[in-house]
């Protein structure tokens, strides 16, 4: 079973950039295509964007000019950097299988918090 | 964009309850429509994809229906466990697989 942890810094400062990582453990990184999701505090779910293995890439538009999603295959570890961040991106990060077979996402990390703050 | 919403917001209902939660899409996504589950703290659970098969492991009492752009979610007998967020989710249209607002559910 597929099991993902993010990690990163909690605290990011306005206009710096955000940089998160999550770990992949027990199974193959070629499975899925691999997904950041986050949640403002008190709020909804907003999809971020996902990478396949190959490294081919798709970006919620809103975001696409702030956001980058990368993977190394041989850490088993996929990322997320989001430029020039306000405190509107203070949120719970989560990463998440992207199931093809299924067109769902079905396996979460448990979340991280980052907050944007001087 | 497919913009996705729900109703209720929330709901107050008691154990045993049958609960039910619509999802419309701005435009039809055929049959691609997830439910997750959300409780406080946690991460969102898949309970339900492509409609109406039940991920492994959900139990058989929350089911769903509907296609186009109108959807269900149901729980026979609500459950102590059960008091949460549920969010409807298109993976129809990409780039953006959008979420609905999220209907808590609570006593």
């Known amino acids: 079973q597929v099991q993902l942890q993010e990690s990163g810094p909690g605290l990011v400062k306005p206009s710096e950039t955000l940089s998160l990582t999550c770990t992949v453990s027990?199974?193959?990184?070629?499975?899925?295509?691999w997904s950041w999701i986050r949640q403002p505090p008190g709020r909804g779910l907003e999809w971020i964007g996902y990478?396949?293995?190959?490294?081919?890439?798709t970006y919620n538009p809103s975001l696409k000019s702030r956001v980058t999603i990368s993977v190394d295959t041989s850490k088993k570890q996929f990322s997320l950097k989001l430029s020039s961040v306000t405190a509107a991106d203070s949120a719970v990060y989560y990463c998440?299988?992207?199931?093809?077979?299924?067109?769902?996402?079905?396996?979460w990390g448990q979340g991280t918090t980052v907050t944007v703050s001087s | 964009d497919i913009q996705m919403t729900q109703s209720p917001s929330s709901l107050s209902a008691s154990v045993g309850d049958r609960v039910t939660i619509t999802c419309r899409a701005s435009?039809?996504?055929?049959?691609?429509l997830n439910w997750y589950q959300q409780t406080p703290g946690k991460a969102p659970k898949l309970l339900i994809y492509?409609?109406?098969s039940l991920q492994s492991g959900v139990p058989s009492r929350f089911s769903g229906s509907g296609s186009g752009t109108d959807f269900t979610l149901t729980i026979s007998s609500l459950q102590p466990e059960d008091f949460a967020t549920y969010y409807c989710?298109?993976?129809?249209?990409?780039?953006?697989?959008?979420f609905g607002p999220g209907t808590k559910v609570d006593i």
């Open positions: 998440a299988t992207y199931n093809w077979n299924i067109y769902a996402m079905d396996v």
């Open positions: 027990g199974g193959s990184i070629s499975s899925y295509q």
């Open positions: 990478i396949y293995y190959s490294g081919s890439t």
């Open positions: 435009r039809s996504i055929s049959t691609y």
């Open positions: 492509a409609v109406s």
């Open positions: 989710q298109q993976s129809y249209s990409t780039p953006l697989f959008s």
